[in-house]
């Protein structure tokens, strides 16, 4: 059977921006910075983005493209009789970790939403919106039902397919959130205390680079928000046709992706400081900032029911590329039907995610690592390990397996006056910088 391609080059576009921006420009963006001391985190960050991950997007994008197959299949292809397609069950082993918790917070968005339709969030609840939110997450089976319902949308979505299904999906949706987006940062300006909030936010505390974490964290940031390292863009890459040019494709998609996080952050802080909300409150941050500042707002009741609407959607849109990672590996690998083998990863993943909802409630006391819970345990495996190795093998594949002509020709930079730069961020600079994070996070650089 063929392989599906993508209608057009904007559908490809889409469905990567899709892909981008998601749960991890507003919901991880906001508590990762909260947790790191907001402006330096920022900072970092911000250059992480720029250095190793928008030229690294190229690279993992071209891979798939160049390939035409999977994160597994890519490798094997074009380094064959080497190992380096094990390095590609990073990527597998990363999308079952991610999925399993990102269905449970879109689980909790979908919970949101609901609060808006029926009215009960349109004000606080007896026991406060951060009360309230608190209950729910600690209950045994509810956010459960909700994350097996966010599932199930996300498997019927790859069930039909990468053309209909996922290019389909995304174009009101991401405009329309922006444009949500937009209006509650001029709201959150607006409040009380607004400035505090964009200090933290734009004033970088210097000391608090002496710490090691946060460099991981700035990492694993960069990485989860561009969908990066886990062979979810180089995937969908394998999608495109080979006429489609790459650099501005893959510059944009890092600019949408930063734009969103960027103007979440003007949304959240200044109302976490205006409604004295401990920034360092971790993955429950923005579900209970954001209720209250709806509550604040001119028909906030209504912004708030869109705004989950499009959250939901956005989430939606990542996680089917997460999933679809799986599911083309062992549709290929195994010849399975693209139906069996989406509800099969799919269910899989349910599986562990009720493990990641069960954390919040009678499971609270398990910490598989330090003090971290089960979200945060799988979390930190994934985004700040295992998607910097996928990335650093693939920058190594493109760097020095590949000759620099035929990196420049995957990658469309041949003519660029661009091409040498690149070559040199993907070759030296991003692997060094990777490796020296990770040395550093593990105390090796210290001594
Ligand atoms: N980038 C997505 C987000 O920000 C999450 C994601 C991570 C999607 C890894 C695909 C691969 O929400
Ligand atoms: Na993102």
Not at 180 to 206: M, N
Not at 248 to 255: D, E, H, K, P
Not at 345 to 365: E, H, P, T
Request: hydrophobic share 55%.
């Amino acid at each position: 059977m063929a392989r599906e391609k993508w209608g057009t080059k904007l559908g490809f576009m889409l469905a990567a921006m899709g892909s981008a921006v998601g749960l991890g420009n507003i919901w991880r963006f906001s508590f990762v910075a909260g947790n790191n001391g907001g402006g330096a985190f920022l900072l970092l960050y911000l250059c992480f983005v720029i250095l190793i991950g928008v030229p690294l997007l190229l690279a993992e994008v071209s891979i798939g493209r160049k390939a035409e197959s999977d994160v597994i299949g890519s490798f094997q292809k074009l380094a064959p009789k080497t190992p380096w397609y094990l390095t590609g069950f990073f990527g597998i082993a990363s999308a079952f970790l991610i999925l399993s918790f990102y269905a449970v917070v879109a689980g909790w968005a979908i919970y949101y939403f609901w609060n808006y339709i029926n009215g009960s969030f349109f004000t606080s609840p007896a026991a406060g919106y951060e009360g309230a939110f608190g209950q729910f997450i600690s209950h045994t089976w509810q956010p459960i039902a909700w994350t097996a319902l966010f599932m199930i949308l996300t498997i019927v979505i790859v069930l039909s397919g990468v053309k209909k299904g996922i290019e389909a999906a995304n174009r009101i949706f991401m405009p329309l959130l922006a444009v949500l987006l937009i209006v509650l940062a001029i709201f959150s300006l607006s409040l009380d205390g607004a400035s505090e909030g964009l200090k933290f936010l734009f004033t970088p505390d210097w000391s608090a680079l002496s710490q090691p974490s946060i460099y991981i964290a700035a990492l694993g940031q960069a990485f989860f928000s561009l969908s990066l390292g886990m062979g979810a863009m180089l995937t969908y890459g394998s999608y495109l046709k080979k006429e489609n040019k790459l650099p501005s494709a893959t510059l944009g998609i890092g600019l949408m992706d930063t734009f969103f996080a960027v103007i979440s952050g003007i949304v959240i802080f200044p109302a976490v400081f205006a409604f004295g909300i401990d920034p360092s409150s971790g993955p429950p941050l923005v579900f209970i900032t954001l209720p209250s500042i709806f509550e604040q707002m001119p028909f906030g009741g209504f912004v708030g029911l869109i705004f989950f609407f499009a959250l939901v959607l956005a989430s939606l849109s990542s996680s089917v590329s997460i999933l679809e990672v799986p599911t083309a590996y062992f549709m290929r690998a195994l010849g399975w039907s693209r139906f069996k083998t989406s509800v099969l990863m799919g269910s899989i993943m349910f599986v562990m995610g009720i493990a990641v909802s069960l954390g919040f409630g009678v499971w609270s006391g398990v910490t598989p690592i330090g003090d971290l819970g089960i979200l945060d345990s799988m979390d930190y495996i994934a985004s700040n390990i295992l998607l910097p190795l996928g990335g650093l093998s693939m920058a190594l594949l493109v760097g020095w397996f590949f000759t620099k002509s035929q990196a420049l020709e995957a990658t469309d930079l041949t003519d660029s006056p661009v091409a040498g730069f690149w070559h040199f961020i993907v070759k030296f600079v991003a692997p060094i910088l990777i490796v020296i994070i990770f040395l550093n996070a593990t105390g090796l650089l210290s001594a």
